[in-house]
């Protein structure tokens, strides 16, 4: 009996090893590979560490385009966006799951809806209705839709989710304890969320910290641009890429994240698992 | 309570000012601001148009500002496209030559006869035709062709001789530099050491319009001169797809789908590219040569790469950005550009001319590959709705791509598709 | 502290009426029970006097004030929760002091009231810990000294002990008991164990689908339950009720047997159901023959499941007994303990002929 | 005790006025999901507004002219040669991503719900792909998908000789599949662990002492118990399917051929590639119409398979 349940476990272990293959090696090589020459990169068989270790790649990385300053545009962005996204769809996930006012099922179908929208759909007329405010060319747009529009929508139902879960009595025994609707979110519900506003944080920041074709339209001066925007900028003046430059440069948006989510990965994880998608 | 209610009406409050508190406008500088797009990050680049644009201002004072906004390569004409929709189109842009006919002939574009033929000192004449062709419509030139740059081949000196190869001087001298020839050594080399024989550079099995650098050896072009018929079935682009099926699959001539290598890492004996990449060579890490494309069954030939430089009709200050652009292409700013693009001038199209700012080429490379290049080069076709027929293309050729592919039927497919494209 | 008084009081949710013209005058200083099954609307009610709920129409007033469009902080009510609505983020002593601080009060007179709270519930060493570190019976403490905190005119308990286990319901039920004695103040508790009602109320209020049964001490509902449902719905063994109708002046069960209950001559020919607690069964030889199924002797009492014809029945005796299963005792009814009730509506047959009002 | 402690004074007789609390309260609710709502009018309804008016429209960007052609660009929509192959490329995609991806997300779930030593680092490994930027997982996926790339080494030690993967019809499809599933399955292997942690460990131990096999177990007790997680993950996983773009601009640019053009993709083609905004803009309505229809399809389905606690 305890042999055959070691010798599960080891099998479970070693389905796990080769299952973890798909989801490391490419993390691994493109930081390993942001150390090799470019004539390594092209090497075959491929090589798992570097034969020659350079790094004057990382160097060229902030020599050829602004990329300290792109790094922070994508920062500041990033905690704007997560910032104004947990504000904004805390309030709005309370007042779905707790206040009981007419329309509140309509409003929350064109909550749904956002949920459903690609954003390629809307990009162009959001593009001029950013050109008519005169906001094209600043990171406004990049930082309002995210927060309110189409892209919090999820962030909003989660909050939902989580508010609905939460039992009634506590709010019942803040009234009577005398707060108002905004202190009962804010200093009952508010703290009781930690965990869902963990996962939306989360959410929201990759969310941003990602964000593709919104920069590449909505910017165009290049101590303006996003991180993943100046990622396909190190090229030859043809296009052509510079491939160790874009994969050190690579490795410098995905190294400083995957840091902080194994330190936190506990946090992160459970967090997303609190939410009220559990169902 | 009353907390509730004054937070909720600041947030709102905050929310309906942002728009107006963030508009510090760009305009805040004294005059009118000009903007150009362009698809280069390249911070030599910007700092020589910014340089340009620097002398330009100090002699307009009207002239706040003049940026220059970098769109990715990738998606340019995409976004700039956008940009357009959105009604936010730039004074200036490049424009890619494939997209050339959609700009040109959508009407878009200002004439640049009047400004440019009228700037002191400017020689409008000087221009070279042929660089000047694909620009043209009715007999006016919508775009200035700037960075006309001919498709040559580089040679990885190195490889060739450990392969025990003749160099491509060799072949030259003894008229043998022609397209059988430099198949067959590239298979010997791939054959020998496992590198890569020829590289058509950037083709990655789906730009195909990169082929014409090989196709125009043959003689054969997706569609005949007027635009209107499909010729990829024709007899000649058959042959032309045969030999380089042959190089690509039988030979190994030619590396295929899929597989990487790069000429400037040392991977590769040949590489058809543009001269400027000329400057991606450094340190003498090989031996390498520039030779022009060999002939092919039909002779020898050769072709341009080019960008223009157009100025918006619905841009805000069309007529300044045209007097912009007269003084970014006068002969001494050129001259300038030259070291990265090289110009469509007359006067400028000499050896010695071109020497001074190309550094790391011989005076005969860039007499044979540059100047003869430019004087004698067709641009690779393109046509209105230019994307939508090179996607259709595209698609069709990705069955030829294959060991086992039927030619014949592939093109002729092609043609199938994209035949009521082109008549519309 | 005050009275409490409800007058026609209506509530529904959308179009599904809950609380349908509900009365009660609670006075000052009164221990009142709501008490009905799940769903009768008691809950309802509770957090209507809490101000949690509004109404649709009638009046409420505590004190002399009409509180019926006032804010639940406003009433001066504490509320005691079910499961005990602590704030997980604070401690014991956060919890208490939360609504004193909330209105202002200093905080050095804050720590005083909580401390002399901690004191009479004896939690004065948890005040530091949070509510997850606590055992029910602990939180059910810290909830009732966060009311107490608050020194409310009006205490409401929804369900306090329905969470806690049988031990430690029966000794909370006198610490809530003996707190009424020493604080005085009028308290409302809901709660769906009649023996809660039974052992603590001054006054219980019987509920059903929204409407008032009956109110009246315990005893007296005990007594004297005015309709079929509150009689069944009190007493811990359930009441045994047997139909049939007066023949002669004489209960005659549905099965046609005569059954020893007392001569009612005025209800004559009437359907009737007739009740018995079942402590109210006496051995006797005058007494009618029932079979007994089973027999469970707890030690001092002996319980006694039996029929009657085809109508089973509990009935419960001092003492030990001894009657195989299948056998027969005879057995009767006390003398003034049988309570007689309409078949049809259920009211209580009272020798005076019922009133159709 | 202590003696009261002041309270507001309010007459005694407050008579019922139009600003009742529940008034109040629904004027809060308002209050407070007034940003929300206001930016996803402003940043949703009025584009989506405009997109179908756009469509209407037959719009052309160079030369900038905008004429009305009533249904014409559906008319185009349903007679486009193309679209039934874009059609069935997004089915395959979005039917291939969302069983793979559940069921791996399923299949990594239970195995880190077994109470293993060393879970952590593993479930730290299979999430970790999330938080990577999508452009440079791409990126770096192109170059392992080559024919001389990582993948294909990796087979030929165990002397498999791998296809070319993003060159042929079907592999490139899976591929495709594969990269987006693994770069994202971490999200619902968490949603889906947390549900099996919620399943009361009793109810195994009653399945045992009733006899049910392992395999029993997981479909009658595990499956049925977190279909509501199941549910709402696949309706998230669904809708994202058919907004994939980056991947599949990065990874095959819709080809080889149009196997991989799926809806999203052939819209951005037409609309910004080619220019015909009118046209793409009937493309998005299409888009939505499906991505709803399909919404409520799932949520309309729930009764039947979804175990309801409430």
């Known amino acids: 009996m305890i042999k055959s349940r070691s010798r599960l476990a080891l099998a479970l272990y070693a389905l796990m090893a080769v299952l973890c293959i798909p989801f490391l090696f490419p993390t691994w090589w493109m930081i390993t590979s942001s150390f090799k020459p470019v004539s390594e990169i092209f090497a075959f068989p491929p090589t798992l560490l570097p034969r020659q270790f350079v790094t004057d790649a990382y160097g060229r990385v902030f020599e050829l385009q602004p990329f300290a300053r792109q790094y922070f545009n994508s920062l500041y962005i990033a905690v704007a966006v997560t910032t104004g996204t947990l504000a904004f769809s805390s309030l709005a996930g309370y007042a779905f799951a707790r206040i009981r006012f007419p329309g509140a099922n309509l409003l929350f179908m064109l909550v749904l809806t956002g949920l459903l929208i690609p954003s390629e759909v809307t990009i162009v007329p959001l593009f001029q209705m950013f050109l008519d405010v005169g906001a094209v060319n600043t990171h406004w747009p990049l930082i309002l839709v995210p927060m309110l529009g189409a892209p919090s929508a999820l962030q909003t139902f989660i909050m939902r989710q989580f508010f609905s879960g939460l039992p009634h009595e506590l709010e019942d025994a803040a009234r009577i304890d005398g707060l108002g609707r905004f202190a009962i979110y804010h200093r009952i519900a508010l703290p009781l969320a930690k965990p869902a506003l963990a996962a939306v944080g989360i959410f929201t920041f990759l969310y941003s910290w990602n964000l593709y074709l919104e920069p590449i339209v909505f910017l165009s001066s290049p101590d303006k641009f996003t991180l993943p925007q100046a990622l396909t900028q190190f090229v030859d003046a043809y296009g052509g890429p510079m491939w160790n430059i874009q994969l050190a440069a690579a490795s410098l948006t995905a190294i400083p994240v995957l840091v902080v989510f194994v330190i936190a990965q506990k946090q992160f994880i459970e967090g997303l698992a609190y939410t009220g998608l559990k169902g | 309570m009353k907390r509730t209610i004054t937070t909720t009406l600041c947030l709102t409050a905050l929310l309906a000012l942002a728009p107006t508190a963030f508009m510090t406008p760009a305009q805040a500088a004294d005059g009118l601001s000009l903007r150009m797009a362009v698809w280069t990050g390249n911070a030599k680049h910007l700092a020589l148009l910014n340089g340009i644009a620097d002398a330009y201002k100090a002699k307009h004072p009207e002239i706040g500002t003049i940026t220059f906004d970098t769109i990715p390569y990738d998606n340019y004409t995409t976004t700039l496209t956008t940009q357009i929709a959105g009604g936010n189109a730039p004074d200036l842009a490049w424009i890619l030559e494939s997209a050339a006919p959609d700009f040109v002939g959508s009407g878009a574009l200002l004439a640049l006869d009047d400004t440019l033929s009228s700037t002191a000192g400017y020689d409008f004449a000087d221009l070279s035709p042929s660089a000047t062709a694909l620009w043209r419509q009715d007999g006016k030139l919508f775009a200035y062709p700037f960075s006309t740059s001919p498709y040559a081949i580089f040679a990885n000196l190195d490889i060739i001789a450990a392969a025990g190869q003749k160099s491509p001087a060799d072949l030259i001298a003894a008229g043998s530099w022609n397209w059988q020839t430099v198949a067959t050594e590239a298979a010997a080399v791939h054959a020998k050491s496992g590198k890569n024989g020829v590289e058509i550079r950037d083709f990655d099995y789906k730009d195909w319009t990169l082929l014409t650098t090989v196709w125009d050896g043959w003689a054969a072009r997706p569609w005949s001169a007027d635009g209107k018929t499909c010729t990829l079935d024709s007899s000649d682009m058959a042959d032309a797809m045969a030999f380089l099926h042959k190089a690509i699959f039988k030979d190994g001539a030619i590396p295929g789908p899929g597989t990487s290598g790069d000429f400037f890492a040392g991977d590769t004996a040949f590489s058809i590219t543009q001269i400027s990449r000329a400057s991606l060579l450094k340190d003498g890490a090989f031996k390498w040569d520039l030779v022009p494309l060999p002939a092919g069954p039909k002779g020898s030939y050769s072709v341009i790469g080019q960008a223009g430089i157009g100025v918006f009709k619905n841009g805000k200050h069309p007529q300044d950005a045209a007097a912009f652009l007269a003084f970014l292409s006068s002969p001494e700013n050129s001259l300038k550009l030259a070291q990265f693009f090289p110009p469509p001038r007359l006067s400028q199209l000499n050896a010695e001319t071109l020497g001074k700012t190309n550094p790391l080429l011989s005076k005969s490379q860039l007499e044979e590959v540059v100047v003869k290049g430019i004087t004698t080069g067709k641009v690779s076709p393109s046509h209105t709705n230019n994307a939508q027929i090179a996607q259709q293309i595209r698609a069709s050729l990705d069955a030829a791509w294959t060991p086992d592919a039927d030619l014949p039927a592939v093109l002729s497919g092609a043609c199938a598709k994209i035949g009521p494209l082109l008549a519309h | ?357 | 005790m202590a003696q009261d402690h002041p309270l507001p004074s309010i007459s005694p007789d407050v008579r019922r006025s139009w600003w009742t609390p529940a008034r109040r309260d629904h004027f809060i609710g308002y209050l407070f999901i007034l940003p929300q709502i206001t930016g996803l009018v402003v940043f949703v309804l009025v584009p989506l507004a405009l997109m179908a008016w756009y469509s209407l429209n037959e719009w052309n960007v160079l030369a900038g002219t905008f004429s009305f052609v009533g249904l014409g660009n559906y008319e185009k929509l349903a007679t486009d040669p193309a679209l039934p192959g874009v059609l069935w490329a997004s089915a395959c995609f979005s039917v291939g991503l969302v069983l793979f991806n559940l069921s791996l997300a399923l299949l990594l779930a239970v195995l880190l719900n077994q109470k293993l030593a060393g879970t952590v680092v593993f479930r730290t490994i299979f999430f970790s792909p999330v938080v990577v930027s999508l452009v440079a997982w791409a990126i770096v996926w192109r170059f392992l998908l080559q024919q001389d790339g990582g993948i294909n080494a990796v087979l030929r030690m165990l002397s498999i000789d791998g296809p070319n993967w993003l060159r042929g019809p079907n592999t490139a499809m899976v591929s495709v599949i594969v990269v987006q599933v693994v770069k994202n399955v971490g999200l619902n292997m968490v949603l889906f662990l947390a549900a099996l942690q919620n399943v009361p460990q009793e109810l195994y131990e009653a399945a045992r002492v009733d006899g049910a096999s392992r395999w029993t177990q997981f479909f009658r007790i595990t499956v049925p118990l977190i279909s509501p997680t199941v549910l709402l993950t696949s309706i998230i996983t669904v809708a994202g399917s058919l907004q994939v773009f980056a991947q599949i601009a990065v990874l095959t640019e819709g080809g080889p051929g149009t196997s991989t053009t799926v809806l999203v993709y052939y819209l951005y083609q037409q609309a910004f590639q080619f220019h015909f905004f009118g046209y793409g803009a009937s493309l998005a309505m299409l888009l939505l119409l499906i991505v709803g229809a399909l919404t409520y399809l799932q949520w309309s389905l729930r009764k039947a398979w979804v175990y309801d606690n409430d």
Not at chain 3, 53 to 66: C, F, K, P, Q, V
Not at chain 3, 335 to 344: L, N, S, Y
Request: hydrophobic fraction near 40%.
């Open chain 3, 1 to 357: 502290m005050a009275s409490v008084s409800i007058a026609s009081v209506n509530k529904s949710f959308g179009s599904h009426p809950v609380i349908k013209d509900v009365s009660v005058e609670i006075a000052d200083g009164e221990f009142v029970i709501l008490v009905g099954p799940s769903g009768c609307g008691k809950s309802t009610l509770l957090r209507i006097i809490a101000g949690l709920e509004t109404i649709n129409s009638g009046t409420l007033a505590i004190g002399d004030r009409r509180v019926n469009d006032v804010e639940p902080k406003d009433r001066d009510i504490a509320m005691v929760f079910q499961n005990y609505a602590l704030y997980p983020h604070m401690t014991v002593a956060a919890n208490m002091a939360f609504s004193l601080v909330q209105r202002g009060v200093a905080k050095a007179e804050v720590e005083r009231h909580v401390h002399e709270a901690a004191a009479i519930l004896e939690i004065e060493p948890l005040l530091s810990r949070y509510p997850k570190q606590l055992s029910g019976g602990q939180r059910q403490r810290v909830a009732m000294g966060r009311a107490i905190v608050r020194n409310p005119k009006v205490f409401l308990f929804d369900e306090p002990l329905s969470n806690l286990d049988a031990k430690l319901r029966v000794q909370m039920r006198g610490e809530i008991k003996a707190l009424h004695h020493r604080l005085a103040t009028t308290m409302i508790y809901v709660t769906h164990d009649q023996i809660e009602a039974m052992t603590m109320a001054d006054r219980i209020v019987v509920l059903r689908d929204g409407k008032v049964e009956q109110i009246g001490s315990p005893l007296d509902l005990y007594d004297h339950p005015v309709n079929l449902f509150v009689a069944g719905f009190l007493g811990s063994n359930g009441m045994a009720f047997f139909r049939g109708n007066y023949r002669d002046g004489q209960f005659v069960s549905s099965d046609g047997l005569k059954l020893p209950f007392a001569t009612r001559g005025d209800l004559e020919g009437r359907d009737v159901v007739c009740g018995v607690r079942p402590d109210d069964f006496i051995l006797t030889d005058d007494g009618v023959d029932a079979t007994v199924d089973v027999l469970e002797p707890t030690g001092s009492e002996t319980q006694m499941l039996a029929r009657w014809g085809s109508q089973k029945f509990t009935s419960l005796f001092r003492g030990r007994l001894t009657a195989p299963p299948g056998s027969s005792v005879r057995l009767g009814i006390a003398p003034g303990r049988a309570h007689v009730f309409d078949a049809e509506s259920g009211l209580r047959l009272d020798g005076q002929p019922p009133c159709h009002a």
